[in-house]
C-alpha cells in the first residue's frame, strides 16, 4: 500500500468565524490557498490486484485519509470471504472512500450499501469509485452509495437487515458511539452468524479508554464483543501527534454478534 503519512494533527479544528462578507477585511489576491485536488491511493488485495481509489481533497469530516482501520479489515474481508461476504447483505458506516464496501461487491456480495455523512463531496466521491472500479462490472451484486447520519431510521435502500456491518476507525468519534450502536441494532439482522466488524486504531493513545467505551455500551446493548485481530502498521498516520507510536501503529479488530 503507497500512501503519504498525514502531516496534521487528529485534534485539528476549524475556525467557526466567517467574515468573508465584511467589507472591512479585503485580502489580496492569493491569500485563500486553493482547494486542495482530490487524490489517488493505490490498495493491493491478497491476489496481487490492486485497487486505485480516489480521496477527496481536504476534508473537514476525514474523507481526504485513507484510514489503517480500513486497509486493515480490508485484508480481513479477503480472508473470510465465504463466512462474512459471499452472497451476504452489507453495510458499511463512515466509509470514507469505500474501501471494504466496494471490495464486498468485488467478494461476491449480494448487496453492498456503503454510507457516510451526507455531504455531497463524500457521497459523490465515493459513486466515482463504485463506478469506476473495474472489478464490480464483473460482480453481480448491487453496490450503492448513500448518504447517512449515524441512528438516524433507515433509508428505503437500507430497510434491508444486513448480514455484515463494517465500522473502520470510527470510535474516535465518542459522543456518536451510542447513535453508532443504535444504527448497529436497526440494521444487523438477528441471527447466529450476522456480525458487525468494529476495527479502529487508537490514533489519540491517551483517549484510548474512551475508544474502547463502544465495548462495554454493545455489551450492555445485548451483543457478544470479541477480539479478533491485532496488526501493526509499518507507519503512524499522523505524523506529528503525542503519544505511544506503537499503539498509534496498531490496528484492533473486533467482531460483534447478537446474544440470543
Same mark, same amino acid.
Given at each position: 500500500?503507497?500512501?503519504?503519512?498525514?502531516?496534521?494533527?487528529?485534534?485539528?479544528?476549524?475556525?467557526?468565524?466567517? &467574515?468573508?462578507?465584511?467589507?472591512?477585511?479585503?485580502?489580496?489576491?492569493?491569500?485563500?490557498? %486553493? /482547494?486542495?485536488?482530490?487524490?489517488?491511493? /493505490?490498495?493491493?488485495?491478497?491476489?496481487?490486484?490492486?485497487?486505485?481509489?480516489?480521496?477527496?481533497?481536504?476534508?473537514?469530516? +476525514?474523507?481526504?485519509?485513507? +484510514?489503517?482501520?480500513?486497509?486493515?479489515?480490508?485484508?480481513?474481508?479477503?480472508?473470510?470471504?465465504?463466512?462474512?461476504?459471499?452472497?451476504?447483505?452489507?453495510?458499511?458506516?463512515?466509509?470514507?472512500?469505500? @474501501?471494504?464496501?466496494?471490495?464486498?461487491? !468485488?467478494?461476491?456480495?449480494?448487496?453492498?450499501?456503503?454510507?457516510?455523512?451526507?455531504?455531497?463531496?463524500?457521497?459523490?466521491?465515493?459513486?466515482?469509485?463504485?463506478?469506476?472500479?473495474?472489478?464490480?462490472?464483473?460482480?453481480?451484486?448491487?453496490?450503492?452509495?448513500?448518504?447517512? @447520519? +449515524?441512528?438516524? %431510521?433507515?433509508?428505503?435502500?437500507?430497510?434491508?437487515?444486513?448480514?455484515?456491518? !463494517?465500522?473502520?476507525?470510527?470510535?474516535?468519534?465518542?459522543? /456518536?458511539?451510542?447513535?453508532?450502536?443504535? $444504527? !448497529?441494532?436497526?440494521?444487523?439482522?438477528? @441471527? %447466529?452468524?450476522?456480525?458487525?466488524?468494529?476495527?479502529? $486504531?487508537?490514533?489519540?493513545?491517551?483517549?484510548?479508554?474512551?475508544?474502547?467505551?463502544?465495548?462495554?455500551?454493545?455489551?450492555?446493548?445485548? &451483543?457478544?464483543?470479541?477480539?479478533?485481530?491485532?496488526?501493526?502498521?509499518?507507519?503512524?498516520?499522523?505524523?506529528?501527534?503525542?503519544?505511544?507510536?506503537?499503539?498509534?501503529?496498531?490496528?484492533?479488530?473486533?467482531?460483534?454478534?447478537?446474544?440470543?
Amino acid at each position: 500500500m503507497e500512501v503519504e503519512s498525514a502531516h496534521i494533527n487528529s485534534d485539528e479544528r476549524e475556525d467557526s468565524e466567517d &467574515f468573508a462578507d465584511s467589507a472591512l477585511f479585503q485580502e489580496p489576491d492569493g491569500y485563500f490557498r %486553493p /482547494e486542495k485536488p482530490p487524490s489517488f491511493v /493505490e490498495h493491493t488485495l491478497l491476489s496481487g490486484e490492486k485497487l486505485y481509489m480516489r480521496l477527496v481533497g481536504h476534508n473537514s469530516l +476525514w474523507g481526504h485519509l485513507l +484510514w489503517n482501520g480500513a486497509q486493515v479489515v480490508s485484508e480481513y474481508l479477503q480472508e473470510h470471504v465465504k463466512d462474512l461476504v459471499e452472497d451476504k447483505n452489507v453495510l458499511e458506516l463512515g466509509a470514507g472512500a469505500g @474501501l471494504p464496501g466496494i471490495l464486498c461487491g !468485488i467478494l461476491g456480495a449480494r448487496k453492498v450499501v456503503i454510507t457516510d455523512y451526507p455531504d455531497e463531496e463524500l457521497i459523490e466521491n465515493l459513486k466515482f469509485n463504485i463506478r469506476n472500479c473495474k472489478y464490480l462490472n464483473m460482480s453481480q451484486g448491487e453496490v450503492a452509495a448513500e448518504g447517512y @447520519l +449515524w441512528g438516524a %431510521p433507515l433509508s428505503a435502500n437500507m430497510s434491508s437487515e444486513f448480514d455484515l456491518l !463494517i465500522l473502520a476507525d470510527l470510535l474516535f468519534n465518542h459522543s /456518536e458511539h451510542v447513535k453508532l450502536l443504535s $444504527t !448497529i441494532r436497526l440494521s444487523l439482522k438477528r @441471527l %447466529p452468524a450476522a456480525r458487525a466488524l468494529v476495527f479502529f $486504531t487508537p490514533y489519540r493513545p491517551w483517549l484510548f479508554d474512551k475508544d474502547m467505551a463502544f465495548f462495554g455500551l454493545a455489551r450492555q446493548g445485548g &451483543f457478544v464483543v470479541e477480539k479478533v485481530l491485532e496488526k501493526v502498521m509499518e507507519n503512524v498516520m499522523f505524523t506529528e501527534d503525542r503519544g505511544d507510536e506503537l499503539q498509534r501503529k496498531t490496528v484492533y479488530g473486533y467482531v460483534l454478534r447478537w446474544q440470543l
